[in-house]
């Protein structure tokens, strides 16, 4: 091909423009061409993961957007109660129960909100912040406000039909619930309440979020810890057996996999609980008295112990993937060299395992703080995370609200820690193979 | 041969004969005008569902040849209906629920209201469904179909209690006479109420007493005092297997659960119904069904909660009807034969003391009290 330049005295020839540009074979600018056919090639490369983009968008990013979004949001107060938000704005708690004109209010918000049967919703919503508010609004029905005399005062007819519509509080908890947006949930999930006076600290009997916020912390990084130490041999023997025993030893890592969790799970409490195989064999050859039975299931031992079973392969499999990748001759100079087992363990295996051990203990780590199923059958009350306590607001109490903020904390949380594992560790240094 | 052959057929046309007069006559049937030929139910799985598919879906199946197909959801029934209404898709058509998630289910709107007289059939001798279901009626979206208790069992081979076996629900509390472990719900509900009747509260105070601080204080003293003894479970079928291992001495669950322990498994167990809870299990047609599943709902809903329907069910698994009409025709049970009326928990001799679950009241403070008692529990 002919070079490039522009030099004015090369006859253009078929492959350029009269400008000098090069051309391609139907005539179009190269560049262009190029461009093109580049463009072609990302268009086909992004139909190719597009499926994957949109399922993990659909799946996964809505999702989590969605529970961002109700952990703040609140429109239903002011949605079904808009007349009676406003009039509240001027209304101070501390002089007492709220004037005339805001039970006009409330009555026309109520009849149109008891037509459309969503005043029990309402109630609902309020009976997180305030015991009580629920059977309030399922009592002030239709039926009821129907037979109001609307030429009379307003307000002893509703302290007629419940005489909460007279106290303070039920139109307390109105007003500080109005707005469309709300930190209630949030103060919630760190045991703390929204109150008409500000944010106060919850009671200390009633504090369990941030209890159980540690305690899941503390219990995954024990689980990841066992199954490091019990990992890290088996994949250490693994990479260096030969390939017939390795392959052997491998299925019976990865037997678990192919178990159904429930299963694996129940297995445990058939061998943990007190009358179960490990106890009657304890007590068989005398190590415990019948009187004095281990108790190992129903509380924290119980989780870490089904726990580290259940993640043990996820620890093992990019564990043995690094190991693998080590060369045995290592080993070999530095105890050519002089070094006992120990130095040349700790000072040239070691090192080149940790990328192995960065991989295992994060994927350990983030599957156990979200764990639930195996927590809930074996944990007891102590060894039970806070994913039970999410799973428990968002199926049982209905609390969607509330659920979202928890949830939203946890993954906060993950994350936080994954800021801090980057750079104390570095995130580099993660190799799964 | 061919005479014997005649007689055994005409023999077997009379059994059919009785059976067609305990169930309803095909022809006796409306017909269902504009109904879908299929329905989605949800339940609860287990010997329950297969005692309402025994009494209820498999003859109007028979008659009409409708499809059911069975969904054993109930126990997250509530969440998973809202989440289905906010997406707009209602899959299910009719969903078994306890009575409490139906009126919270009722409450928020996604259980359609029922109109009990015109909707469900007469008792035989004429009473509308109102009267003949009675005060079992306490939501409007919730048609019952049986009552069941939550009720202790406990094991009569325990050596520690010199022969004595607990008749009291006090005896839950005492761990001088009754040592060893005991099993309760992982909730407040009926625990509380207990805690509080052995704390020398009467019965009729108890809700009163619940709502303040002090008496919520005076039942977790009480709680306290067998904390340690305590495992807590939370899915029914746990009670009877740890009566069953023997991890524990007594405990708490339904009624069925302990039924099936005792007499099908003839497990060392005995039943003590003192202080038992009732509490109700039933339908609700989700709200917004498009009208040809709707109509075929009502339609078996009609049929599925008459009086003979729920007497069948009681065949299949000791709880009790809701109707008082059902309750005379309760016969024994399918298989094992034995009469189901004494292991009813309605039967008199078991419902000395009872309670019942108190909707209203739970419905306002289970929130709060929940996450007392949770926070309790990790104390």
Redesign the interface.
């Known amino acids: 091909m002919a070079e490039a330049t522009a030099n004015g005295d090369i006859a253009p020839d078929e492959h350029r423009s009269a400008s000098g540009q090069l051309l391609a074979a139907d005539g179009t600018p190269l560049k262009k061409s190029i461009r093109r056919s580049e463009a072609r090639a990302r268009l086909r490369a992004f139909l190719l993961v597009a499926p994957l983009l949109i399922f993990v968008l659909l799946s996964f990013i809505a999702p989590i957007a969605d529970m961002l979004f109700r952990s703040v949001e609140n429109e239903i107060v002011a949605d079904t109660l808009p007349r009676t938000v406003e009039a509240l704005d001027a209304w101070d708690p501390q002089t007492g129960p709220p004037p005339e004109p805001v039970y006009r209010a409330f009555y026309d918000d109520m009849l149109e909100a008891t037509e459309l049967k969503i005043h029990t919703r309402l109630g609902s919503r309020l009976n997180y912040e305030e015991s009580g508010m629920s059977s309030l609004f399922r009592k002030t029905n239709e039926r009821r406000l129907e037979r109001f005399d609307l030429d009379q005062p307003l307000q002893p007819q509703f302290v007629d039909l419940d005489k909460d519509w007279g106290e303070v509080e039920p139109w307390a908890v109105i007003k500080t619930f109005a707005p469309r947006y709300t930190w209630g949930y949030f103060l919630q999930a760190a045991d703390m309440r929204l109150t008409p006076g500000g944010v106060e600290m919850a009671p200390e009997f009633e504090q369990i979020y941030l209890k159980l916020f540690w305690r899941t912390i503390l219990l995954s990084c024990t689980i990841t810890l066992s199954c490091l130490l019990l990992g890290y041999p088996v994949a250490w023997l693994l990479s260096n057996l030969p390939a017939r025993s390795a392959n052997l030893l491998m299925i019976l890592v990865l037997l678990p996999f192919w178990t159904s969790l429930l299963v694996r799970t129940s297995a445990w409490k058939v061998l943990l609980q007190e009358q179960g195989v490990i106890n009657d064999i304890l007590v068989y050859i005398g190590i415990v008295s019948d009187a004095g039975r281990l108790v190992m299931i129903n509380n924290q031992t119980g989780t870490i112990i089904a726990m580290t079973h259940i993640l043990l392969p996820f620890m093992v499999l990019p564990l043995y993937s690094v190991m693998k990748t080590i060369p045995p001759s290592y080993l070999r100079a530095a105890k050519s060299l002089g070094a006992t087992d120990w130095t040349a363990f700790w000072r040239v295996y070691f090192p080149q395992s940790v990328p192995g051990i960065g991989a295992g203990a994060i994927l350990v780590f983030i599957l156990a703080i979200g764990y639930y199923i195996t927590p809930e059958l074996v944990g007891g009350t102590d060894g039970t995370f806070i994913s039970n306590r999410i799973a428990f607001h968002i199926s049982t109490s209905l609390n969607w609200g509330l659920a979202a903020a928890l949830g939203s904390l946890l993954l906060i949380l993950v994350l936080g820690l994954y800021w801090l594992y980057d750079r104390i560790v570095g995130i580099d240094n993660v190799k799964l193979g | 041969m061919s005479l014997k052959l005649k007689m055994m057929m005409a023999g077997a046309g009379i059994a059919g004969a009785a059976v067609a007069g305990a169930a309803y006559a095909a022809d006796e049937l409306p017909a269902c005008e504009g109904c879908a030929d299929s329905m989605t139910v949800v339940s609860w799985g287990g010997a329950y569902q297969n005692s309402q598919q025994k009494a209820y879906s498999e003859p109007y199946a028979e008659m009409t040849g409708v499809e059911f197909v069975w969904d054993e959801s109930s126990?997250?029934a509530?969440?998973k209906l809202?989440a289905m209404a906010e997406a707009g898709n209602i899959t299910w058509d009719l969903v078994d629920v306890v009575a409490s998630d139906a009126m919270?289910l009722?409450?928020?709107?996604l259980a359609e209201e029922i109109d009990f007289d015109s909707a469900l059939a007469e008792a035989p001798d004429g009473t509308v469904a109102t009267e003949d279901f009675g005060e079992m009626i306490v939501s409007d979206c919730f048609v019952p179909q049986i009552a069941y208790s939550t009720t202790f069992g406990y094991r009569t081979d325990v050596a520690e209690w010199n022969g004595e076996t607990p008749d009291d629900i006090c005896d839950v509390f005492d761990l001088e006479a009754f040592p060893g472990?005991r099993a309760l719900e992982?909730r407040p509900i009926n625990n509380m109420e207990w805690a509080l009747l052995c704390s020398g509260v009467a019965k009729e105070d108890i809700y009163d007493t619940l709502e303040t601080e002090e008496g919520q204080a005076q039942a977790f003293a009480k709680l306290d005092e067998i904390k340690d003894s305590v495992?807590?479970w939370?899915a029914g079928a746990e009670t009877p297997q740890l009566l069953a291992?023997?991890?524990i001495v007594m405990g708490s669950t339904y009624n069925g659960r302990l039924f099936a322990l005792i007499e099908e498994q003839k497990q060392p167990v005995a039943m003590m119904w003192d202080a038992q809870v009732y509490d109700l299990d039933g339908w609700i047609v989700p709200a917004g069904l498009p009208e040809d599943r709707k109509a075929r709902v009502m339609h078996f809903l009609k049929f599925a909660t008459d009086t003979q329907r729920l007497a069948d069910q009681a065949k299949y698994i000791s709880y009790g009807p809701a109707r008082q009409s059902s309750a005379p025709l309760v016969g024994q049970h399918a298989e094992l034969g034995i009469d189901m009326a004494p292991h009813m928990p309605t039967n008199p001799e078991n419902a000395t003391n009872t309670f019942l679950y108190n909707y209203?009241w739970w419905?306002?403070?289970?929130?709060?009290?929940?996450?007392?008692f949770?926070?309790?529990?990790?104390?």
Do not use: P, T
């Open positions: 126990n997250e509530v969440a809202r919270r009722c409450d928020e709107g472990k992982k495992v807590w939370s291992d023997g991890e209203e419905a306002d403070y289970r929130d709060d009290l929940d996450a007392k949770q926070a309790w529990l990790l104390r």
